[in-house]
């Protein structure tokens, strides 16, 4: 192992002095961008909750709803019959109209025969409702004379026969008008669909 030479004077060699090597710079962190926030979206309304429908108290007056009349559901308006059923008009030209019209005429001066001719034609035709004015006239046709027979029997019976049989015949007088009235307003009940017994006092011996 070699060994250098001692400096004159004692004096120490100088170290040779290495340059320090520069350090590369660490390049500066990228910023993370910086995302704004979201603004928060606004909620949503609560939908109002149906109002609770309560039963009045019985004989109490029921207030109506607000918002007023409610528009029918869809299909339209559909309206309610009347009771005993809403009959069609009977069109124009019916031959019906004018079987009914003679039927009853005839029967005002001649009662049941025209009454029962008219009803067999008619009942196997199949329209009810003519029928039913056929078989209206042929009750009421039966009635005046079942009381023009009482008030001829009740005649052969002395005083109180005679007054039961006077009372008889006024009775027969009023049912010819009765009869009469019918007859005037059968056509028009059967064209507007009114009732189909059109006399005002009647007894349904033939249904």
């Known amino acids: 192992m070699s060994t250098l030479p001692p400096e004159p004077n004692g004096e120490q060699p100088e170290q040779p002095v290495v340059p320090e090597q ?3 710079p660490e390049p500066p962190a990228a910023a993370e961008p910086v995302i704004p926030a979201q603004p928060a979206a606004p909620a949503a309304p609560e939908a109002p909750a149906a109002p609770q429908y309560t039963a009045p108290p019985a004989g109490a007056y029921q207030q109506p709803p607000a918002g007023g009349y409610q528009q029918p559901a869809a299909g339209g308006y559909q309206q309610q019959p009347p009771a005993g059923g809403y009959q069609q008009p009977a069109a124009a030209g019916d031959p019906a109209v004018s079987n009914i019209t003679l039927n ?3 029967s005002v001066f001649f009662t049941w025969i025209p009454a029962l001719i008219f ?6 035709k199949g329209n009810q409702r003519a029928t039913a004015f056929h078989v209206a006239n042929f009750n009421f046709s039966l009635l005046r004379v079942g009381t023009g027979i009482a008030a001829w029997i009740l005649a052969m019976i002395p005083y109180v026969g005679w007054v039961l049989a006077v009372l008889l015949w006024l ?5 010819f008008v009765f009869h009469i009235m019918a007859a005037a307003k059968a056509a028009d009940n059967y064209r507007n669909g009114g009732s189909t017994d059109p006399f005002i006092f009647n007894i349904p011996l033939i249904k």
């Open 22 to 24: 520069p350090v590369a």
């Open 104 to 106: 009853y005429w005839l």
């Open 119 to 124: 009803w067999i034609i008619e009942k196997d």
């Open 171 to 175: 009775g027969m007088v009023v049912l």
